[in-house]
């Protein structure tokens, strides 16, 4: 068995362009190698490239399926993306109570995006009531994007009305 570590961190390179020119076509086929033999960083990072079509196709539902065995393998940041397309249905069919699974998983582990997925959820009533205080606990977690962020959507839930950034 080839040492997946060793193929995650040289496709990082590529994908960064450290020490070698930035290449996401050869990242993607070290990514591969690696996501093929469980190394969950690669399947989430392999993920991305299908998502944003870097080195390969755009391919959403590629992207779900790489990202989804990330997922299951513990990484955050594929859990908030999964939660995020299933909010979205882009690759996957829209469902507000998935998408509210993986974003959760994601928010145990201070995946801090996750926070305000959530908290949009709940907001808007995305699947389930309304529900404004819920939404409050969860947007001042962690700041994302500055106070310019927190404090437009604090407008928001405190006036009643939507001024949260477009999600």
């Known amino acids: 068995m080839a040492n997946t570590n060793a193929q995650y961190n040289l496709a990082?390179?590529?994908?960064?362009?450290?020490?070698?020119?930035?290449?996401?076509?050869?990242?993607?086929?070290?990514?591969?190698?690696?996501?093929?033999?469980?190394?969950a960083s690669a399947q989430?990072?392999?993920?991305w490239l299908y998502a944003k079509g870097r080195g390969v196709k755009q391919?959403?539902?590629?992207?779900?399926?790489w990202f989804r065995k990330a997922a299951d393998a513990g990484i955050a940041a594929a859990q908030n993306q999964l939660g995020w397309l299933r909010l979205r249905g882009k690759g996957v069919k829209k469902d507000y109570a998935k998408a509210a699974r993986w974003l959760e998983a994601a928010a145990k582990q201070e995946y801090t995006i996750a926070y305000?997925?959530?908290?949009?959820?709940?907001?808007?009533?995305?699947?389930r009531a309304k529900d404004h205080a819920v939404a409050a606990r969860l947007y001042p977690r962690p700041p994302i994007g500055g106070m310019f962020v927190r404090n437009t959507v604090w407008a928001g839930i405190f006036t009643g009305g939507s001024a949260s950034p477009r999600t």
């Open 12 to 39: 990082r390179l590529y994908a960064k362009g450290q020490g070698v020119p930035q290449d996401y076509a050869t990242a993607a086929t070290w990514y591969r190698l690696a996501a093929a033999q469980g190394q």
């Open 44 to 47: 989430y990072r392999l993920g």
């Open 59 to 65: 391919d959403a539902r590629q992207a779900v399926a």
């Open 116 to 127: 305000y997925h959530l908290a949009t959820i709940n907001r808007r009533g995305l699947g």
